[in-house]
């Protein structure tokens, strides 16, 4: 029941593909747990990294981001991804950014239409990388290279700033 100021939280609560454990310990901005949002909508991210509804918020080896090659690999890019995002939102002075509905769902719909006709989606086997409803939550559907690419630089103009810090005043040394 207490608040605390923190620089970072990190939860490592295991690894389900169809429903990640850490999505129950997770509110968004709008107060519902990020499991309810992703049992109705999905499980879905932007690059595996962030979501909308969840300002400064970094999630490792998301929704749509599990490629033919180590997870170590993976979290490697997205490490990048968040360095350089922590740097440049640094840079700009920003305090809270967020990732806009928008950009997460068509983002999210490019990402099911290009899975279409994979083995992953139309192997005709029963596989942990569909949902309930047949929606593939863990595919990338890209080469290793576009991936590593695409997450080789924070693309901060696909988010939006909600607010700056304060002025800094300089401090006589």
Same mark, same amino acid.
């Given at each position: ?96 950014? &967020? $990732?806009? @509905?928008?950009?997460? #769902?068509? %983002?999210?719909?490019?990402?099911? =239409?290009?899975? *279409?006709?994979? !083995? ?29 690419? &695409? $997450?080789? @630089?924070?693309?901060? #103009?696909? %988010?939006?700033?909600?607010?700056? =810090?304060?002025? *800094?005043?300089? !401090?006589?040394?």
């Amino acid at each position: 029941g207490e608040a605390r100021e923190v620089d970072a939280i990190v939860f490592g609560t295991g690894f389900d593909v169809r429903h990640p454990p850490v999505a129950r310990r997770i509110r968004c901005a709008t107060g519902e747990l990020l499991s309810e949002r992703w049992e109705t909508e999905g499980a879905q991210a932007y690059l595996g990294t962030t979501m909308a509804d969840l300002p400064n918020a970094f999630l490792m080896v998301g929704p749509n981001i599990v490629v033919y090659t180590s997870f170590i690999s993976v979290a490697d890019y997205q490490c990048h991804y968040i360095v350089d995002a922590i740097r440049q939102l640094d840079a700009r002075g920003v305090e809270v950014f &967020r $990732l806009p @509905r928008e950009t997460q #769902v068509q %983002y999210n719909i490019e990402v099911q =239409r290009k899975l *279409q006709g994979t !083995v992953w989606n139309e192997g005709k086997c029963t596989s942990y990388y569909l949902d309930e409803q047949g929606r593939n939550l863990a595919g990338w559907p890209g080469t290793i290279p576009q991936l590593k690419r &695409r $997450l080789s @630089r924070f693309d901060l #103009v696909n %988010y939006q700033v909600w607010r700056y =810090r304060e002025a *800094q005043r300089a !401090v006589p040394a």
